[in-house]
């Protein structure tokens, strides 16, 4: 069976299991039912610049917009950049080399009901000190899908507060900086997601959690003080299913278990993740066993949570290396971190500051020639009749089919190859 009817599958039994319109077929965990942009206004990001018209500051500041871009390369921002609600960021719709935004990071503080797809977000040295790559401290409904998030100068994904229904995915969160390299707080008041990602060179928190967290399929390579902290040895009560995870030993990392800092307030089910710690360039770990965890409370069965496909251990780290992070086109940062995990135990390192590895900062990130969309409506002429859609009518771009998803949706979800996640061989 082809991948693609897998995914239309999977997605269909979502939408007739739950009654709720997924944000895109392949969405999954607590943030599935992000909204988006849908029906709003298209915005198109023209250029590279920091502010002003068809910028990407610009872009996201107002709500109900689905963000397109034209052109590719790196954005350099010299200030935080707060998102507003129900956006769509469509990081896939950028030619070349695709999007890098590097700078002072990104604030989704209250951008409830948000889609963010395909993009970079590289804080680095030349943000502010004290701050994350990507943050929020309030907000609700909002999905992460293959970015790639690195440099962060306190977390690098952080988010603590009243936060819930939030997934992150198919994502690499990597080499948060020294002094404070971390790769994120997740410590929200309803549930969050973190499905087949990647935590890479990451001095600690990969990430650290309170509260209710599914941790599914993720691969954590190179850490040093804390791979996966539960709680913190907090007085409050955390729920989390974590399961099918792969935590491989780094230079950095030597005899520092997978998990650590717990008590007994810490409520987990787990089952099939391990731990590969012989630093000797090949796959060939362990389950964990149940005393590494310890000490904790034990559920015998997991906790109701939204349903999810899982692979084991290995195939998590084989999906993680083929798919994750802003794959459509990975640039020199992200290739550069994926040597350094297919390495498995030979290579990786924190840093300091993104100046002393060898692209020197974000690296080139190529632009390239949008196509021509006519009516600006966020969609090529040359898809428009392919689809029986009017070219001239911008309209058009809002007609929804009989899932829901407006024609401009379908145009977005299919420049992506939709099963990132892969339900079948």
């Known amino acids: 069976m082809k991948k693609n009817v897998l995914v239309v599958l999977a997605f269909l039994v979502t939408s007739m299991t739950y009654g709720q319109q997924l944000a895109f077929p392949g969405a999954e965990g607590f943030g599935r039912f992000a909204i988006g942009g849908r029906g709003g206004e298209v915005y198109k990001v023209t250029n590279l610049n920091d502010e002003g018209?068809?910028?990407?500051?610009?872009?996201?500041?107002?709500?109900?917009?689905?963000?397109?871009?034209?052109?590719?390369?790196?954005?350099?921002?010299?200030?935080?950049?707060?998102?507003?609600?129900?956006?769509?960021?469509?990081?896939?719709?950028?030619?070349?080399?695709?999007?890098?935004?590097?700078?002072?990071?990104?604030?989704?503080?209250?951008?409830?009901?948000?889609?963010?797809?395909?993009?970079?977000?590289?804080?680095?040295?030349?943000?502010?000190?004290?701050?994350?790559?990507?943050?929020?401290?309030?907000?609700?409904?909002?999905i992460f899908d293959h970015v790639s998030i690195t440099w962060g100068r306190d977390g690098t994904f952080d988010l603590n507060g009243d936060v819930k229904d939030v997934t992150l995915q198919h994502s690499i969160i990597g080499q948060g900086l020294q002094t404070h390299s971390t790769g994120g707080l997740i410590q929200p008041s309803g549930g969050v997601s973190i499905l087949s990602c990647l935590w890479i060179n990451n001095h600690t928190r990969n990430p650290k959690v309170k509260g209710t967290n599914q941790y599914v399929n993720n691969v954590v390579y190179n850490w040093a003080v804390?791979?996966?902290?539960?709680?913190?040895?907090?007085?409050?009560?955390?729920?989390?299913?974590?399961?099918?995870?792969?935590?491989?030993?780094?230079?950095?990392?030597?005899?520092?278990?997978?998990?650590?800092?717990?008590?007994?307030?810490?409520?987990?089910?787990?089952?099939?993740?391990w731990y590969d710690g012989n630093f000797n360039g090949q796959l060939d770990g362990s389950v964990v066993g149940r005393k590494v965890y310890?000490?904790?409370?034990?559920?015998?069965?997991?906790?109701?949570?939204?349903?999810?496909?899982?692979?084991?251990?290995?195939?998590?780290?084989?999906?993680?290396?083929?798919?994750?992070?802003?794959?459509?086109?990975?640039?020199?940062?992200?290739?550069?971190?994926?040597?350094?995990?297919?390495?498995?135990?030979?290579?990786?390192?924190?840093?300091?500051?993104?100046?002393?590895?060898?692209?020197?900062?974000?690296?080139?990130?190529?632009?390239?020639?949008?196509?021509?969309?006519?009516?600006?409506?966020?969609?090529?002429?040359?898809?428009?009749?392919?689809?029986?859609?009017?070219p001239f009518d911008p309209s058009d771009r809002n007609r929804t089919d009989k899932y829901g998803y407006t024609a401009l949706e379908n145009y977005l979800n299919n420049l992506v190859n939709e099963l990132t996640i892969t339900l079948n061989e």
Not at 358 to 377: E, I, L, Q
């Open 226 to 273: 804390a791979g996966y902290i539960q709680g913190g040895g907090s007085q409050g009560k955390s729920y989390a299913n974590v399961v099918g995870n792969y935590f491989i030993a780094g230079p950095e990392t030597g005899d520092t278990p997978p998990f650590n800092r717990s008590n007994e307030n810490f409520h987990i089910y787990a089952r099939d993740n």
């Open 53 to 142: 018209a068809g910028s990407f500051r610009d872009a996201v500041s107002q709500p109900n917009r689905t963000v397109i871009f034209e052109v590719g390369g790196v954005i350099r921002i010299n200030s935080r950049i707060v998102v507003q609600e129900n956006i769509t960021i469509a990081g896939q719709t950028a030619p070349g080399d695709g999007i890098t935004i590097y700078g002072n990071g990104l604030s989704y503080s209250d951008a409830n009901n948000t889609i963010t797809r395909y993009i970079r977000v590289r804080m680095g040295k030349v943000g502010d000190k004290g701050k994350d790559a990507v943050a929020m401290a309030h907000g609700h409904d909002m």
């Open 294 to 390: 310890e000490p904790v409370t034990w559920m015998e069965e997991p906790f109701d949570y939204p349903e999810v496909p899982v692979l084991t251990a290995e195939e998590a780290y084989e999906q993680v290396v083929r798919e994750v992070g802003a794959s459509l086109q990975r640039d020199e940062v992200d290739e550069f971190l994926i040597s350094d995990l297919k390495s498995l135990g030979m290579k990786g390192r924190t840093i300091s500051d993104e100046m002393d590895l060898p692209m020197r900062g974000p690296g080139k990130v190529k632009g390239g020639k949008a196509p021509k969309d006519t009516d600006n409506d966020g969609m090529p002429d040359r898809y428009e009749k392919k689809e029986g859609l009017d």
